[in-house]
Every structure is written in C-alpha cells, then in structure tokens.
C-alpha cells in the first residue's frame, strides 16, 4: 500500500503573484487547483447525474456529513464502497464536518465542550455530534479529504464569542486527530477568527502546529460583507503554509473565485451555482441573467455563446425561459449545468492566466467586463494581492 505522503502529494507548478496552480494527488486521482468543487449535499449535485458532473470538468465533489449521517446513514454508503461506490463518481471527495449545518440550526443545537446536541430537521430527534463522531462518519464516508469538527460563529458575533469558539475548534481539532485511523483519507484543519485579523492570528498560532496535509479558511461567507470578507482572505491565505492546499469554505460566487485565486487560495465549493440553476438564474461574464424576465421569451441566443456546456450548445435562452415557465424540471437542470460549467471554464482560464504569466492583467479585465466597469475596491485589492 502506498505510503501516506505518496497518497496526498501537492505540488505547486506554477505562480504569478499569490496566485498559483498545483497538482494535488488523493487516492481517488489527482486534480489541479485553483479548482472549484460543486456541492452533492446528500450524495448528488442537485438534478445532475455524475457522469454530467464529470463531463464538465469537475474534479472533486463536496458531500455534507450532516445530511449523509441522517440520511440514509454513514453504514449504508460504507457498504457501497463509501461515497465514490454510493454515487457512482469515480473522482475524489471532500467531506465536510457538520460543524456549518450545526451553527445554521441556531435554537436547534445545543453546544458544550464534547460536542454538539442538535434536532434532527427531518424528525425532531436528537441527535449529537462530536468530533470522534464526525471522524467516524467521515470514514464511513470514505472521503478523500476530511474536515475537522469546527463551531462556526455567525455573523454578526460578540469578538468574546468568537474567540471561545476558535478556542474549542482547536481542542476538537486535536480530538479529530486523535480518533482519525485510517491512511488513506487526509484531515484538514480550520482556521478560526471572523473578520478580525487578531482573533485570525491567534487561530493560525494554535491551528498551524499541528501541521496537516491542508488548511481551510473558515468562518466566512456566513453575512459579512465581501469588503470585509477579503481582508480576512487574505490575512489568513498569506500565513498558510506555502507548500500545502488551501480551501476557502462555502465560496462561490464568479467574483469570489477570482479574487480568492489572487490571494493564493486553491479550493473552493459553494451551493451558488445549482441554487442560482433552480431558481432560474445564469451565470456569465456579464453577470447573472435571469430567465424569468419577459426579455428573454423571445431570445434566440445561447445563454453563453462562449460556453461548451449542453445547453449552450444545443438551446436558446427563449427556450430555457419557456421551460422555466411551463415548470419543466429540465429548466433548473440544463441551468445548473451551465453554471457549474460556468465556474469550471472561469476557474480554467485562471489557471492559463497563472501559467501565462498574465493573471492580474487578465482578472482586471475579466472583471471590468463582469461589473461594467465600476470594479469594487475590496476586489482590486485582492486582485494586486493587497490585505
């Protein structure tokens, strides 16, 4: 059997700036970063099969650890294989702790030093949640990439708050690695800390020593503004160890991406792109169209004429608005195809920019063009690499 390090090797092949492009091997294939992750919550990127979600271009899937645990439990995809088996995608996953589902059940959960008591949002049972219980279920899971048991505090929160969660979030961190046997999965680490660059040095202080095969930025994207967001990026990305992957949790709007690619962040995963899909909502370098307008009923164009993706290729917006209108369930299928292929196209020609030598130049005219010419401060700055 492989050795551990042979199994999670990341090998950075390319910089300009903060940015840079790596090749990350798992024991399900290797994948190449900057890269984006789409979501399967409960085993499936919502409407799509997995040959579709392979077929453009994903490399790693995000399930929820949450969701699989009450449905249809961790022992059931075990016996298929783990989730590679359950859901028939050949590539790596990344699971999740629960530690996000937890904190959005707000006066639903209960939390103590052992763990999380939370109800059940399909039942009302109680359930409880450890980080023993996570590493297990991530096992049984079988994921590629593990997430240690976190609290994410909301936004707003007391700076009291926060720094008693990030406090707990490194002893979880160390019970994980305790109750964590098998070699071929790799427990990622958490960073802590909201938008305070203090509380977000203390957390790198007490999270970086115990030196895992990758670091997550969390505590993000949960309401704070993304002008606020993006110096806490940055903060956190550019004291992350250099010669491992880097995940900024739950990010995934185009934006997000290109700006935390210039800040030297390798993975992203968000539900924006299906979500958008299912409520009738495209994603292009213009910005988002919605298919809902009346503009569009008569619209003979593709979504995208620059995309490769089955709808673009094959459908005009006019008829995309027209299933959405009649209720079709293929409307929010063929939409969240493209915008998933969308983010994998944009994140595509962000890594070219990197190799080329050419990415800052190309970020600001990307973004010229996405916000029609008035690009916000906070992105600027991320594009030059600026905290």
Known sequence: MPQYKDMFEFEIQSRDGRARVA??????????????????????VKGLSAQEVQEIGSQMILGNTYHLLLRPGPELVAAHGGLTGFTAYPGPFLTDSGGFQVMSLGHMRKITEDGVVFKSHLDGSAVSLTPERSIEVQQLLGADVMMAFDECPPFPAELSYIKQSQDRTVRWLERCLKAKTRDDQALFAIVQGGIHPELRQQSLDATLPFATPGFAIGGLAVGESKAEMFPAVAFTAARLPENKPRYLMGVGHPEDLVAGIALGVDMFDCVYPTRTGRFGYALTDEGRLNLNNAKFRADLTPLDAACDCYACRHHTRAYLSHLLRAEEMLAPRLLSLHNLRYLHRLVEKARVAILDGNFQEWATEWATVYFKGQIPDW?????RGEE
């Open 379 to 383: 992105f600027a700055r991320a594009v």
């Open 23 to 44: 090749r990350f091997v798992t024991p399900h294939g290797s994948v190449t970063t900057p890269m984006f992750m789409p979501v399967g919550t409960q085993g499936s």
